[in-house]
């Protein structure tokens, strides 16, 4: 199957600082990922479609200035959350799809103290 | 918008035992997946299913794409301790965007020795 890294797999910030996330497809191109949120023992949550060379879609509820996402490249898509509060604390995970499935990342576990 | 029913919640089986799970939606797929995630981990694909009817298997997994669309359920025969984790089905309907995948709220399975 194909292969979705992410970097870093867990970061801890202070409160108020911003933190990036890095989500690549390793073996495949995509000009579309997607960033999910999951809590302790819940499902994941679709955030937003990142789309390369245009501007991102976002779930309701989700704040786009808070949720920053880039998608420069074919292979390569970027969340920056900004401003962390500990609330943001979770497990973001992206994945791409090179046809018809879909592949995730290790994921990431962003702390904020 | 699209929600998924999975069932059981969580399963308590002996090592050896067959396990049964399913997704029940209020509106049709085009698509099937099955994942498994184990903790601190992203989502592993395990089947995907395209076709209503459709009825694939991986090893000792399988699954079937109900003739509606509307259902799936996947199958682990003679259960193992490394089947332990949570499984999630996901509906992708691909109306021309680039939609994500919806996700039902996971089995947690857990194999008593």
């Known amino acids: 199957g194909a292969v979705v890294s992410q970097h870093p797999s867990w970061v801890i910030c202070k409160s108020g600082t911003s933190v990036k996330i890095e989500c690549r497809s390793l073996d495949f191109q995509a000009t579309t990922m997607f960033w999910y949120r999951q809590f302790p023992k819940q499902s994941l949550m679709l955030m937003a479609t990142s789309n390369e060379g245009s501007k991102a879609t976002y779930e309701q509820g989700v704040e786009k200035d808070k949720f920053l996402i880039n998608h420069a490249s074919l292979t390569l898509s970027t969340l920056t959350v900004t401003s962390a509060h500990p609330e943001d604390s979770s497990f973001y995970i992206c994945s791409a799809r090179p046809i018809m499935e879909q592949y995730f990342g290790p994921g990431t576990r962003l702390t904020v103290t | ?113």
Request: proline share 4%; glycine share 14%; charged share 15%.
């Open chain 2, 1 to 113: 918008g699209q929600q998924l029913n999975q069932s059981p919640q969580s399963m308590f089986i002996q090592e050896g035992e067959d396990v049964s799970m399913n997704c029940t939606s209020s509106s049709i797929f085009n698509t099937w997946l099955w994942y498994k995630q184990d903790p601190g981990e992203g989502p592993v694909l395990l089947i995907a299913l395209y076709k209503a009817g459709e009825l694939t298997s991986n090893g000792r997994l399988t699954a079937q794409f109900g003739i509606t669309r509307k259902d799936s359920f996947l199958n682990i025969s003679a259960s193992i301790p490394s089947d332990v984790g949570i499984y999630f089905c996901a509906g992708l309907y691909s109306g021309g965007g680039a939609d994500g995948l919806t996700f039902g709220k996971g089995t947690h399975l857990i194999i008593q020795p």
